[in-house]
């Protein structure tokens, strides 16, 4: 199984990202996906998780809101629609997944599988 997260760059504060994960050499549609972040000198931390079908979605307190995780299960393909970004925002964005937990978490622990990341930085 393999994850290759997306869409990072440089933006301004007050801007949008979406971030791309796309998932290959499994059923996609088996696998609860979530995001998290590392920002520099912390450690990493849940930001949102979406269930198998997709009809169930989860957000850290300070992403609500601003924040959208969505899935295409034909595309093998979780996304992370970010608006209105923060300079706090700053930090490597990495996709995961659940291949075997019942329903979503925010513990890193459950998920299974990692992407490289992807660096989102945002400017004041």
């Known amino acids: 199984v393999q994850l290759q997260a997306s869409g990072g760059g440089l933006v301004q504060a007050g801007d949008s990202l979406r971030l791309s994960c796309l998932i290959s050499?499994?059923?996609?549609?088996?696998?609860?996906m979530g995001w998290f972040r590392q920002a520099p000198g912390k450690e990493r931390e849940f930001v949102a998780a979406?269930?198998?079908?997709?009809?169930?979605?989860d957000y850290a307190d300070s992403m609500k809101g601003r924040f959208t995780i969505s899935r295409d299960n034909a595309k093998n393909t979780v996304y992370l629609q970010m608006n209105t970004l923060k300079p706090e925002d700053t930090a490597v964005y990495y996709c995961?997944?659940?291949?075997?937990?019942?329903?979503?978490?925010?513990?890193?622990?459950?998920?299974?599988?990692w992407g490289q990341g992807t660096q989102v930085t945002v400017s004041s």
């Open positions: 995961a997944a659940d291949r075997y937990s019942s329903s979503y978490s925010r513990s890193q622990n459950r998920y299974n599988y």
């Open positions: 979406i269930s198998r079908s997709g009809g169930s979605t």
């Open positions: 050499g499994h059923t996609f549609s088996t696998y609860i």
